[in-house]
């Protein structure tokens, strides 16, 4: 069962913050867990506290504006893809994101 797999993964992560409340990756993967559960501002939460654990993570920008999009907050999504692809360029991933993002704005 999916939702017991993603609550058991969401405890374990949340059992390692407990103990390294200052480990970005712990965060990132909890919110991508949250992500998987549909739990948008939990996910959201976890992603700007690895962003601000970890300010040079592309990963944990495009993790934190995926979650933005994904809850109808284009604006910021836009702000967090364009800090991420100013870090990692190279990432085809993280450009068309930006660019599907800028569209929807319009």
Do not use: W
């Amino acid at each position: 069962d999916d939702m017991y797999v993603g609550h058991s993964i969401v405890e374990n992560y949340k059992k390692a913050i407990e103990i390294t409340p200052d480990e970005g990756s712990y965060h990132n993967n909890l919110g991508l867990a949250y992500t998987q559960t549909s739990q948008l501002p939990l996910a959201i939460r976890h992603f700007e506290t690895a962003v601000q654990l970890d300010a040079s993570s592309a990963d944990f920008r495009c993790n934190l504006a995926d979650a933005l999009m994904r809850n109808g907050d284009t604006e910021q999504a836009v702000q967090h893809y364009s800090a991420a692809h100013e870090m990692a360029p190279e990432d085809g991933y993280i450009r068309m994101c930006l660019e599907e993002a800028r569209a929807a704005m319009g």
